[in-house]
Nanobody, 123 residues
Framework: QVQLVESGGGLAQAGGSLRLSCAAS????????VGWFRQAPGKERKFVAA????????YSTDSVKGRFTISRDNAKNTVFLQMNSLEPEDTALYYC????????????????WGQGTQVTVSS
C-alpha cells in the first residue's frame, strides 16, 4: 500500500503563501487520485482540492478557488498544494489522501492518509 507524508506547513501571515507537499512511498503515486483535506480545531474534516492520476482533472472547494492550486509531479511521486493569499480561516491541519477509486470530494472516498501538516495563518 502507499504511505503518504505531508510537509511544508507552518506559520504564515495573512496574504502570505505556503506550499504543501505530499510525498508517497511504497507504491507509485501516479496510480492514485489524490486529495487534500483540512480540519480546524473542533470542526469536521473538509475537502480542499483533488487531482486525478494524470493531472488532467482537478477540483477545489469554492473557498480556495483562485488562491490554492493542486498539482503533481509523478516522477517525484509527490503532490503539491500551493496556497496563496492565505487567510486566518485557512488555519487547520492539512491532510493528503490517496485512492485508486474515482476522484471524490468526500473523506470516505480515500483509503490512504498521511499524518497531516499544521498550517497557521495570523491576521
Amino acid at each position: 500500500q502507499v504511505q503518504l507524508v505531508e510537509s511544508g506547513g507552518g506559520l504564515a501571515q495573512a496574504g502570505g503563501s505556503l506550499r504543501l507537499s505530499c510525498a508517497a512511498s511504497g507504491r507509485t503515486l501516479s496510480n492514485y487520485n489524490v486529495g487534500w483535506f483540512r480540519q480546524a480545531p473542533g470542526k469536521e474534516r473538509k475537502f480542499v482540492a483533488a487531482i486525478g492520476w494524470s493531472a488532467d482533472t482537478t477540483y477545489s472547494t469554492d473557498s480556495v478557488k483562485g488562491r490554492f492550486t493542486i498539482s503533481r509531479d509523478n516522477a517525484k511521486n509527490t503532490v503539491f498544494l500551493q496556497m496563496n493569499s492565505l487567510e486566518p480561516e485557512d488555519t487547520a491541519l492539512y491532510y493528503c489522501a490517496a485512492t485508486r477509486r474515482g476522484l471524490s470530494f468526500s473523506s470516505s472516498g480515500f483509503e490512504y492518509w498521511g499524518q497531516g501538516t499544521q498550517v497557521t495563518v495570523s491576521s
